[in-house]
């Protein structure tokens, strides 16, 4: 059995080996998406790589039972954009994340008109802004820029998002000990090439 041992945030094996940048396959451990991402954000921040939060959701509560401190009754007072913002390289970045059951597309439902509003006034104000979907079924994460996305939804009358999209305009993440969904690689390079 191997055993991982972590000295100043670097992870070696039992051989001694440094693991940093070894692809570690989680399965179904019950790591989700947004938790995959928080813990990267953390690293980002901790590291000064970029500043990213996960927006809370806008709501208006209005019955709440102190007792048990449970919330009763409420409603959205707003609707939500996406996920996560914040800054990277002194430029705005913000992107939203999914998941998908489904072993052949991502369902467009999942992706609402205020979202997609939001997305082109992002893509306007010439900010980077993208999607996280992960096919759960399939153990795979995709990042998909938003103006890839766009182009897609205004050209193509389906209701779903076939993989083979993400396959061809996506960019495959995968999970890695630190950090441990480098989806800002990706955006590096991305940049780069722009």
Avoid: W
């Amino acid at each position: 059995m191997q055993k991982i041992a972590i000295f100043n945030n670097l992870c070696y094996n039992n051989n001694g080996d440094n693991m940093q940048n070894k692809v570690i396959k989680y399965g179904n451990r019950g790591m989700t998406l947004e938790n995959d991402i928080n813990i990267t954000n953390d690293y980002y921040k901790n590291n000064n790589i970029a500043l990213i939060y996960k927006k809370p959701t806008p709501i208006k509560v209005i019955k709440v039972n102190y007792a048990k401190t449970r919330i009763l009754d409420g409603f959205y007072e707003t609707q939500s954009t996406l996920d996560y913002n914040g800054i990277y390289k002194e430029k705005y970045i913000e992107f939203d994340a999914k998941e998908t059951r489904s072993k052949t597309s991502y369902p467009l439902s999942n992706i609402h008109k205020h979202q997609l509003e939001h997305i082109k006034n992002i893509l306007y104000f010439k900010g980077i802004v993208f999607l996280i979907i992960r096919f759960v079924m399939l153990d795979k994460t995709y990042l998909v820029m938003g103006k890839d996305l766009i182009n897609y939804i205004d050209n193509i009358k389906r209701k779903s998002i076939p993989l083979s999209f993400f396959e061809e305009y996506g960019h495959l993440l995968t999970l890695k000990y630190t950090p441990r969904l480098d989806y800002l690689s990706i955006i590096d390079k991305i940049l780069t090439n722009n």
